[in-house]
């Protein structure tokens, strides 16, 4: 028996995926069904809150509107910090990441990408590393950056969107998972996403005049037992909440057996007998010890690391 305390509402609630949130209303889909509805939220519900992934209770309010009751808990929520150091959530329940770098136009922003590797160490999430526009990039400059991420382990696939270069690989790589593709802006996210059948139209809920699409919403593409949530670009990506001493763990090629430091708590920056310095250049890539100093360096200031 329904609790009575539950409204009329609820009893004819169901759960459904948050494809894509407007200003005043969100595509969503009951779970089973991958057509769209158009849903509003109950005033208690903050439409910040909800993000693409969500899962949520929502109940028919007329014909053709649907409402969202509550927000269901979230098994992952990625949070970025954003440039006036606020935190924003960019896609709930996924279990990876797909970090979207172009070879050329825009250049890789490789301390970006490792930053992003590390987060989804910290986070034991799955990062995927796609590569795109490899037909403006010199390939020998390609195979350099893709073989250093192989090497330490990362599946690296290298796509074309236009070409479908990778795409079937890419198809493989993502079925079954919950995964959020992030990256700057123009490396061609909206590009996959669009070429793995992702509807890039859905955010326009302006023209029912209720709420408007702008590029800063994400959205959501079922795939084979997983979906893929295309997301407005990132200009920068920072570690969130994670403590200085922990992100050399976010490293793999750090951490690896046989690197011993002479201090258990080194900071693999100044101290003597640092086994991750004496490799640098060698075993480590310089790039990568590069990007793991500017993380700490920028870690340096309590503002940002305090919250
Ligand atoms: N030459 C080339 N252009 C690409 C490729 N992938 C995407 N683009 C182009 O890059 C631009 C930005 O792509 P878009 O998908 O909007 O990037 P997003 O901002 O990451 O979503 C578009 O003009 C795409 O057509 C590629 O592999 N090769
Ligand atoms: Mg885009
Ligand atoms: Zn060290």
């Given at each position: 028996m329904r609790d009575k305390a539950l409204g009329a509402s609820d009893r004819d609630a169901a759960p459904a995926r948050i494809v894509s949130v407007g200003r005043n209303s969100a595509w969503i889909a009951f779970e089973g069904s991958d057509e769209l509805r158009l849903a509003s939220f109950r005033k208690s519900i903050e439409r910040e809150s909800i993000v693409p992934g969500d899962l949520v209770?929502?109940?028919?309010?007329?014909?053709?509107?649907?409402?969202?009751?509550?927000?269901?808990?979230?098994?992952f929520a990625l949070e970025r910090r954003t440039a006036g150091g606020r935190s924003k959530t960019m896609a709930a329940n996924i279990d990876g990441i797909a970090i979207v770098s172009a070879l050329a136009n825009p250049p890789p922003h490789v301390s970006m990408l490792d930053e992003l590797?590390?987060?989804?160490?910290?986070?034991?999430?799955?990062?995927?590393?796609?590569?795109?526009?490899?037909?403006?990039?010199?390939?020998?400059?390609?195979?350099?950056?893709?073989?250093?991420?192989?090497?330490?382990?990362?599946?690296?696939?290298?796509?074309?969107?236009?070409?479908?270069?990778?795409?079937?690989?890419?198809?493989?790589?993502?079925?079954?998972?919950?995964?959020?593709?992030?990256?700057?802006?123009?490396?061609?996210?909206s590009s996959l996403f669009r070429a793995l059948g992702g509807r890039a139209d859905i955010g326009e809920l302006s023209r029912a005049g209720r709420g408007r699409q702008t590029t800063?919403?994400?959205?959501?593409?079922?795939?084979?037992?997983?979906?893929?949530?295309?997301?407005?670009?990132?200009?920068?990506?920072?570690?969130?909440?994670?403590?200085?001493?922990?992100?050399?763990?976010?490293?793999v090629e750090f951490v690896q057996p046989g690197t011993s430091c002479r201090?258990?708590?080194?900071?693999?920056?100044?101290?003597?007998?640092?086994?991750?310095?004496?490799?640098?250049g060698t075993r480590i890539a310089t790039s990568r010890y590069e990007s793991y100093t500017a993380i700490l360096a920028r870690g340096e200031d309590p503002a940002p690391w305090a919250r």
């Amino acid at each position: 028996m329904r609790d009575k305390a539950l409204g009329a509402s609820d009893r004819d609630a169901a759960p459904a995926r948050i494809v894509s949130v407007g200003r005043n209303s969100a595509w969503i889909a009951f779970e089973g069904s991958d057509e769209l509805r158009l849903a509003s939220f109950r005033k208690s519900i903050e439409r910040e809150s909800i993000v693409p992934g969500d899962l949520v209770m929502a109940s028919p309010l007329d014909d053709e509107r649907y409402v969202i009751d509550r927000r269901e808990p979230r098994s992952f929520a990625l949070e970025r910090r954003t440039a006036g150091g606020r935190s924003k959530t960019m896609a709930a329940n996924i279990d990876g990441i797909a970090i979207v770098s172009a070879l050329a136009n825009p250049p890789p922003h490789v301390s970006m990408l490792d930053e992003l590797l590390a987060f989804s160490e910290l986070h034991e999430i799955e990062a995927t590393l796609l590569f795109t526009k490899p037909d403006l990039a010199d390939p020998a400059a390609v195979e350099t950056l893709a073989g250093l991420y192989r090497g330490l382990g990362y599946r690296t696939l290298i796509v074309n969107p236009k070409s479908r270069q990778g795409l079937d690989a890419l198809v493989s790589a993502l079925a079954a998972r919950r995964t959020l593709l992030i990256g700057q802006s123009g490396v061609g996210k909206s590009s996959l996403f669009r070429a793995l059948g992702g509807r890039a139209d859905i955010g326009e809920l302006s023209r029912a005049g209720r709420g408007r699409q702008t590029t800063s919403a994400g959205r959501l593409h079922y795939l084979e037992a997983g979906f893929l949530i295309d997301s407005p670009g990132v200009g920068e990506f920072q570690l969130h909440g994670i403590p200085a001493g922990e992100v050399a763990h976010g490293f793999v090629e750090f951490v690896q057996p046989g690197t011993s430091c002479r201090f258990t708590d080194c900071s693999h920056r100044s101290e003597p007998g640092c086994a991750v310095r004496a490799a640098v250049g060698t075993r480590i890539a310089t790039s990568r010890y590069e990007s793991y100093t500017a993380i700490l360096a920028r870690g340096e200031d309590p503002a940002p690391w305090a919250r």
